[in-house]
């Protein structure tokens, strides 16, 4: 299907990365056991290292990430920052090497972001904000233990989407990451496709074109 699909790297994907390459241990929770016995895990890990962090249809003026964008970057900002990452996780930049990435990649320091950061700590900030981001506060810090509904949610912090601008001129952004949103975002170019089919609800597409979501529900287990 590598013709035919995009796809985007997630928090899980790089954890499996950095067990892989980083020499970090899986944990009691970890489900990938089979993935690190199976005859091809090398190909496919070095397949994963080549995919994005930040996927832009400009055809359809839709974005795809794992976590969100967060306000402190513009799209084309978010697309160059993402591709920061990218080269160092695909080994096209000589200045760091994806094994040294992925051994030191863990963290939530820094948490907020500043244009000067520099080697592993801007990496590893870029890298939280698109693919563990949930709740945020106006000046980009992060907010990284709860999971919860929003109505729940701790005081000072916002769902990142909630200081995204939503008009209809912006772009889409489509995110997974947050299955306790239940697919709602109240804003109309933000979609939360992530409507917890893992925990046995349901697996949500949208239709970039026209908008229309598509939801099945989960095999009972």
């Not at 200045?95 to 000067?116: A, C, H, L, T």
């Not at 945020?136 to 200081?163: C, M, R, V």
């Not at 697996?203 to 229309?212: I, P, Q, R, W």
Request: proline residues 3%.
């Amino acid at each position: 299907m590598q013709d035919q699909c995009e796809i985007v790297l997630g928090n899980h994907d790089l954890h499996f990365l950095a067990i892989y390459f980083g020499g970090h241990q899986s944990g009691p929770n970890d489900t990938f056991d089979e993935l690190l016995a199976a005859e091809d895990v090398a190909s496919l890990a070095h397949w994963l290292r080549s995919q994005r962090l930040l996927h832009y249809d400009e055809s359809f003026n839709v974005a795809m990430v794992h976590a969100g964008i967060p306000h402190l970057w513009n799209l084309s900002q978010a697309r160059a920052l993402a591709k920061e990452v990218e080269a160092v996780i695909a080994g096209c930049d000589a200045r760091i090497s994806y094994v040294e990435f992925f051994e030191k990649m863990y963290g939530n320091e820094p948490r907020v972001w500043q244009d000067e950061l520099t080697g592993l700590p801007r990496l590893r900030l870029i890298t939280n904000y698109l693919t563990r981001m949930r709740l945020i506060d106006k000046s980009g810090t992060l907010e990284f233990q709860y999971k919860g509904p929003l109505s729940e949610a701790p005081a000072d912090f916002n769902a990142w989407f909630d200081h995204v601008d939503g008009s209809d001129n912006a772009v889409q952004i489509l995110f997974g990451h947050w299955a306790a949103l239940d697919g709602v975002t109240g804003q109309p170019n933000i979609v939360a496709l992530d409507t917890g089919c893992v925990w046995g609800r349901h697996l949500t597409a949208v239709n970039v074109a026209t908008g229309e979501l598509h939801a099945v529900a989960a095999r009972a287990r």
